[in-house]
């Protein structure tokens, strides 16, 4: 019974609607990660959801409460924010205490539950140092005491590991996700990176211009976008996009963009229907398939990464991505032949960018 | 480069004699008797160097006293201490509360409230002082301690909330919602996060407001009345208002002395002061 529910909240500034009517259901021990680019409203809805700005319409349930008009210490949230928020002043003891102290909790008990805490994120020797003398991902770790040590219902977080370098940014990602599935806690989590969105979440919601564009799963937020916002934002590199139509070509399939062919292998039934409506096709990288019954392409450029690389082609009038292994090796301005994997292509209507394939 | 050192130094310590030469001709004329006095430099260090004049100066001559006044600085004293205590809690303390109140909190009118102020701040003391009279007198305490601080307190507001609220203005706004988050409301927020990080700010605000307060002569010499005449008053009558021939080691040493409190301030607290100059950011 922890888990929170957004029914048509709705936030303006000044008359100016900048979210409208978003509902969302989050349940017990979900982790959800509130995915966009910037001003995309998602630290805003988090904000919301912590009471730390009102809403202008609609309600929030909190654990089968309806907390909307409630104070944020009063919801049962915990939050860790971006900037970490640790109290200067005071030393790693007192900053994750101050919540319980504020609350009103005995002396001993507040001791006791801060002991658990910082024995659970291994920061018991850094008990009486102040913030300043702690590195970033030791702030990090008691930014996230605080809001352990509060035992609320729904933990919030606002694009926690965004100020931490690279490798500790992927360490920190890995403990969050052991705790998560120790505690079994709800949280709500905001970024803008899709690393932490595919890794971390149960379910991912992403929004643009305010708007819930698809609330998955993580694996379906890939591989069936909803729309073609959905479709560029998740994925690196970035999926390509080829306006045309499908046209059947014997007992084989093309996708004609108007300026040549490219050859599609699997394709589903459902999207043969779509034969001969103009659409745009959407492939990730990996779904351009090398292989000597394809359209012939021309390469522009080869980027290797290690355990891939990704190379550029002039195909049927567009440029695109594709990706293959290391071994092969590319030369810019040589040809080679490509054809696209249309069992996991995405359709989108080429007006509304609304996915095809699916509800 | 060192030819620029010189230049440097030189430049330094002729900046240093300027400032301290009429102070060493205060202390050395108040350690001199008149005798010395009338008929040496002023810039002879003094033969015979004694403490008579300071404490003449404190204590006043008795034997040619009136009543019990004997118009030493003594008594001006400690109604400067008085007024100046009161005064720099009340000024520093609502200013710290106000400034925050500005600063930490979305209220309605808040910038229209804060450029108010600093109109306030900018108008000369001068041109509000018939007003204050009056206002002053209407409450029943002209020419009084009480009336002295109240007005000391409505000029010291203006400046300590500005200074209060600028600073306030630098916490990250991430701090005060994490502070909601833990449950601490209005007053909480401002005593457990927000003053003990102000604490450098709260130095030099202290500090100025006590130079400001106990260097003041027109409030005081306007709103004090008899009861309420602080020490830089009586100097002022002290050294103005003698027969016969002037004691100049008596004044000089009278000024010393009321500028002793305020100079004992900035050395004792010179590093706090420099540190809460520079304190401009919150580091996290």
Redesign the interface.
């Known amino acids: 019974m922890n888990g929170v529910e957004l029914r048509n909240v709705t936030k303006a500034y000044a008359g100016l609607t900048v979210m409208e009517n978003i509902n969302l259901e989050i349940t017990d021990g979900d982790f959800v990660v509130l995915l966009g680019p910037s001003g995309c409203g998602k630290s805003t809805l988090l904000n919301m959801i912590a009471g730390l700005e009102p809403t202008t319409g609609g309600e929030i349930h909190i654990g089968g409460r309806n907390v909307t008009e409630l104070e944020p210490d009063e919801r049962d949230i915990a939050m860790v924010f971006q900037s970490y928020a640790l109290y200067p002043t005071m030393s790693v003891r007192k900053n994750i205490g101050f919540g319980l102290k504020m609350g009103g909790m005995r002396k001993d008990e507040i001791e006791k539950r801060v002991a658990d805490v910082g024995e659970l994120l291994q920061i018991t020797p850094l008990m009486d140092r102040k913030p300043s003398q702690l590195s970033g991902g030791q702030q990090q770790r008691v930014a996230i005491g605080r809001a352990l040590v509060r035992e609320p219902s729904v933990f919030l977080f606002d694009e926690p590991l965004s100020n931490l370098d690279a490798k500790l940014r992927a360490d920190m990602r890995v403990e969050l996700k052991r705790l998560h599935e120790r505690l079994g806690r709800t949280i709500v989590y905001v970024t803008h990176d899709q690393i932490e969105a595919m890794t971390l979440a149960t379910k991912v919601v992403v929004l643009e211009k305010g708007r819930i564009q698809q609330a998955d799963t993580p694996e379906n937020v890939y591989r069936r976008p909803a729309n073609r916002f959905v479709a560029s934002f998740v994925g690196a590199p970035t999926m390509n996009f080829i306006s045309g139509k499908m046209l059947q070509d014997g007992s084989d399939i093309v996708f004609d963009s108007g300026a040549g062919q490219l050859p599609l292998v699997d394709v589903p039934t459902e999207a043969r229907n779509l034969i001969g409506q103009p659409i745009t096709l959407g492939a990730r990288p990996e779904h351009l398939l090398f292989d000597d019954a394809g359209i012939a392409s021309r390469v522009l450029l080869a980027e290797p990464t290690g355990p891939d690389q990704y190379v550029r082609l002039a195909v049927a009038g567009s440029e695109i991505t594709a990706r293959c292994g290391p071994e092969q090796v590319f030369r810019s301005g040589s040809d080679t032949r490509i054809l696209i994997d249309g069992a996991r292509m995405s359709l989108f209507d080429p007006q509304s960018g609304q996915a095809l394939l699916q509800a | 480069m060192r030819y620029n050192r010189l230049a440097l130094y030189g430049l330094l310590i002729l900046a240093a004699i300027m400032i301290m030469a009429p102070v060493f001709i205060m202390i050395s004329t108040s350690l001199k008797s008149m005798d010395e006095i009338r008929n040496g430099s002023i810039f002879a260090l003094p033969a015979d160097p004694g403490f008579a004049a300071w404490g003449k100066a404190w204590f006043g001559d008795c034997s040619q006293a009136l009543g019990d006044q004997c118009g030493g600085l003594s008594s001006s004293f400690l109604t400067s201490v008085k007024i100046v205590i009161p005064a720099l809690i009340l000024s520093v303390g609502l200013g710290a509360i106000t400034g925050y109140a500005l600063a930490a909190w979305k209220m309605k009118w808040a910038n229209v409230m804060f450029a108010a102020l600093l109109v306030g701040m900018f108008i000369p003391p001068q041109v509000t002082l018939y007003p204050l009279i009056i206002m002053i007198r209407e409450l029943g305490i002209f020419g009084s301690i009480p009336g002295l601080i109240l007005v000391h307190v409505i000029w010291g507001v203006a400046f300590t909330t500005m200074m209060f609220r600028n600073f306030f203005k630098t916490v990250?706004e991430?701090?005060l919602?994490?502070?909601?988050?833990?449950?601490?409301g209005f007053w909480?927020l401002f005593w457990?996060?927000m003053l003990?990080?102000s604490l450098p700010i709260l130095g030099v605000a202290m500090i100025l407001q006590f130079t400001y307060i106990w260097n003041d002569f027109l409030l005081g010499l306007t709103f004090g009345g008899r009861s309420g005449q602080p020490m830089t008053v009586a100097l002022n009558n002290l050294v103005g208002s003698q027969f016969g021939e002037k004691e100049y080691n008596v004044d000089m040493a009278a000024t010393m002395l009321t500028a002793l409190p305020t100079l004992a301030v900035y050395l004792l607290s010179g590093r706090l002061f420099v540190r809460g100059i520079a304190a401009g950011a919150?580091?996290?």
């Open positions: 990250p991430d701090l919602k994490a502070a909601r988050i833990d449950g601490a909480r457990h996060v003990p990080l919150v580091k996290g």
